[in-house]
């Protein structure tokens, strides 16, 4: 039996949905680095995002190619990155630079969301932008490789994560 490869995932959603918690938890369940995209950005994109302006596609663009190229990088290792990934023209350029990442989509309702992010602190990206950020989300699609996962007030994230490794796994 061949082994199969290390995953390669990017848990995507809006400003507080949880991306960067679970991505954690979930690197660490599957063995694999973890990194966040957020880190990737230019000076200048998160200088606009903190001033409160949300980024255009042009904006991201150079920032999807760094992403798509952490990504490939990692094949032999794996990795799970946090990433919004809101338009499916920006996962279809991810996957056009790592064709094997899988999508893990964490969805959740505005009044969660807006509670969530109320308690965040030291972020760069302002709440105000989270209705910017929900009218530019294109949710994952049946046909695009990945799951999407319903957030509910409470969950705990290790609960997210048993939900995405054992949907992942089949």
């Given at each position: 039996m061949v082994p199969s490869s290390p995953p390669l995932l990017v848990v995507m959603g809006v400003s507080g949905s949880g991306k960067t918690t679970v991505g954690e938890l979930l690197a660490t369940r599957l063995g694999v680095p973890f990194a966040d995209a957020d880190d990737l950005h230019s000076r200048a994109n998160v200088a606009l995002m903190a001033a409160g302006h949300p980024l255009t596609d042009e904006d991201r663009r150079p920032w999807l190619a760094r992403v798509g190229?952490?990504?490939?990088?990692?094949?032999?290792?794996?990795?799970?990155m946090a990433c919004s990934t809101l338009k499916r023209a920006y996962r279809d350029a991810i996957l056009a630079a790592e064709p094997r990442t899988r999508f893990v989509f964490l969805d959740g309702s505005r009044e969660l969301l807006v509670d969530r992010l109320s308690h965040r602190h030291g972020h760069?990206?302002?709440p105000e932008l989270l209705d910017s950020q929900l009218a530019a989300l294109e949710p994952l699609e049946s046909d695009e490789p990945g799951i999407t996962i319903a957030l509910e007030e409470g969950q705990n994230p290790e609960t997210v994560v048993d939900d995405a490794t054992s949907r992942l796994s089949r």
């Open positions: 190229a952490a990504l490939s990088a990692a094949e032999s290792t794996g990795l799970v760069f990206m302002p």
